[in-house]
Every structure is written in C-alpha cells, then in structure tokens.
C-alpha cells in the first residue's frame, strides 16, 4: 500500500527531483556542458545564507538540509532535500542572496551548474520553464503548510509528522514490508521539528515503549506508520 492512500505526502514534500528529468537532448547537453560534482562529509557547507549564487546544486547522491540560524546561533532546518533535487535555484531566478544555508546531512555527491548554463537552457526550454513554474507554486504551499504546522500542532504531533516524512525520504531499493532506516542524529531532529534535543529523545523513548519504533544507535525504523498518521492530526 502507498503511503499516498492513507496520507497527503505530497503536502509536505517538495517535487524539484522531475525538473531535469527527460529534458530534451540539447537542453541537457546544454545544462551539462560544464557541469562539476564534488563529494561532500556530513555537515560540510554546500551554501551559506547571503552569500551570491554562482549557479544551482543538483544532489547526485545522498541528503542536504536546508537552515536558517536564529540570531543566538540556533539552527532550524527548513527541509532536507533527497537524492534528485536541485537546490539554490531560488536565489538564482530571485536574482538575490542566497536565503537560506545547506549543509550535508550524510556523505553526499553533489552536483553544481553554472548560473550562465542554467539561465541559458531556461530561456530556450518551455519544458523547463514550466516545470519550474509548478515546482515553485508547489513548494509555496508546502512552506506554507509547514508554517501552520509551527504554529498549531504540539512538539509530539511535529515529530510524527517530521518520522512520516523522512521515512519516505529514507526509502532505497524500496519493497512491501522493508524496514526503513532514518539515519538522523538527533540534534537534526530537533532543529527540523522545532524544539531541544531533549524532548525528541523522551517522545522517542515514548514512541519505542510503545512499539510504535525501534531504534538502532541513532537510526529509527518506524514500526507503525498508521499510528504515526494518527498522532500527527495533521487534517
């Protein structure tokens, strides 16, 4: 059974992993020409907020946290972008600084594109254009879902909600029945759902007495996805 038939996964997640997907063969000669990947450790800095966009992030392999620091230094993750996404093209098109900061979450393959090469493919590719249009509009009402999610749902709601959607970002080689494996320290957790580390790990402890997940160092597989559905409230 697909998650999408029991919860609205779409709502909460962004869809920039179709933008590059089967353009035609010049567009994506053209967006390649000078395309340069690079290996990242856990925690390295793919971006940092304000600085100037030289060109956008395709992530090849691996998981990149979006963030924004508050003005004691405290992180928030905005969203953690999953294997096949682009980031930092907002700034790009916004012809601004770059709004937020990315770090790897684990080791990454990340991919960059020049700012000339991609603003040169979306000036001669509709298909591009379009898509683009649409991931936007998409990924404003996910924000904007995400903001209602801060201001109206409890610590504990935030984070089944946080372990349904990350369980979806974790899946590999995915099939009926498989553990799925979110390999998250819980430090990321917290700056995702909003709240310290201690509250993650004593709605964790509660979670596991439960059996509603197990946990293996600091992996969760979630048990009971249904039970996290209903804790979330999230209609």
Known sequence: MSIREIFPIDKWDFKSESILQDLPVEDSVLLMKHKSEQMYRKGEIVFREGALPSGIFFIVEGKVKKYKLDQDGREQIIYVANTGELIGYHALLAEDRYPDSAAALEKSKVAFIPKEDFLAVLERSEILSRRLLKTLSHEFAVLANSLSLFSQKTVRERLALQLIVLREKYKKNFKPGMPVEINMSR???????????????????????????ITQGRKIIVQDVKWLIAMANYK
């Open 187 to 213: 430090d990321d957790l917290a700056s995702l759902v909003g709240t310290v580390r201690e509250n993650v790990v004593r709605i964790l402890g509660e979670f596991k007495e439960k059996g509603i997940i």
